[in-house]
């Protein structure tokens, strides 16, 4: 299988819902307890993920992230994600939030900060339930709240456990295969095409976001529009620098509009 057959899945949320556990599900079919795994497990209380961590096999391409609620710097590590996905054009089948089965409370800003790093690509999301069987996103209540508070995107819910208690090692590694073979399946019903979300830079970010102060100024604020509009083709970037050259082109016909107004007016006096 060659590499632009293969699967690209991002892996997203807090540190110790599981991000980690699934890539290496995906990637190695399982998670070890007494031997080194490709992704590095944690727990809830210690995040052991890089800014990003990018592991391949035959199938698939798995983006592990570093969960953005840690005391670790979520800064630092949204300027990490932006810098790297912004570098190159990569189609990503399926981007995963990833959370346990448990409050809300935290999630709507973190899943919000997700959908304005990839941009359009938000039509790939998936929303992965951790630490709950697949019945789980069977109960209509369950998915309800999670589409109320997140939106209306595919809900899949797993459970990999890896307990130290060796009596539970058999059953532990049953549950997972199920449920690996659960997410395999759920993805298979999804068939996303990969979608190469245009992800700004940290630099490009905002000196965008800052843009729409400079469009109140007359002329000035139409030409800079338009500069940034041919730096970010340049760059790459074609659908922020559609939207810069369609705001520099609106601002300086209204410019014109109100040059003409001025003039108009200033005739009417003198008359």
């Known amino acids: 299988m060659d590499s632009k057959s293969k699967k690209n899945i991002v892996l997203c949320g807090r540190s110790g819902d599981g991000k980690s556990s699934i890539a290496n599900m995906l990637i190695q079919g399982d998670v070890y307890r007494d031997s080194e795994n490709d992704f590095r497990i944690g727990n809830s209380a210690k995040a052991v993920t890089e800014y990003l961590t990018a592991i391949s096999n035959e199938k698939f391409v798995v983006y ?33 939030y990833v959370k346990r089965s448990r409050s809300l409370k935290d999630d709507v800003r973190l899943f919000e900060t997700y959908r304005k790093i990839f941009g359009d690509g938000e039509k790939n999301f998936v929303i992965i339930i951790t630490h709950s069987g697949p019945e789980w996103a069977k109960e209509e209540e369950n998915v309800k709240l999670i589409k109320e508070q997140l939106g209306n995107y595919p809900v899949i819910s797993v459970d990999f456990p890896c307990n130290e208690n060796e ?37 490009q970010n905002i000196e965008n976001n800052m843009a729409g102060y400079f469009s109140f100024v007359p002329v000035v604020g139409s030409v800079y529009q338009l500069t940034a ?25 209204c410019d014109a509009a109100g040059v003409v107004t001025g003039i108009g007016g200033l005739f009417c006096e003198v008359m």
């Open 229 to 253: 509009s041919g730096f970010y083709y340049v760059t790459g970037k074609e659908k922020t620098a559609r939207k810069r050259l369609l705001d520099g082109s609106l601002g300086l016909v």
């Open 167 to 203: 009596k539970y090692t058999l059953v532990d590694r049953k549950q997972r295969a199920e449920s690996l073979e659960h997410l395999l399946n759920e993805f298979s019903k999804l068939e996303y095409n990969g979608i190469e979300p245009e992800v700004l830079s940290p630099s």
């Open 64 to 96: 592990d992230t570093i969960g953005l609620g840690d005391s670790t710097g979520s800064d630092e590590a949204i300027k990490a994600i932006r810098n790297f996905f912004s570098m190159g054009k990569i189609p990503l089948n399926y981007i995963c």
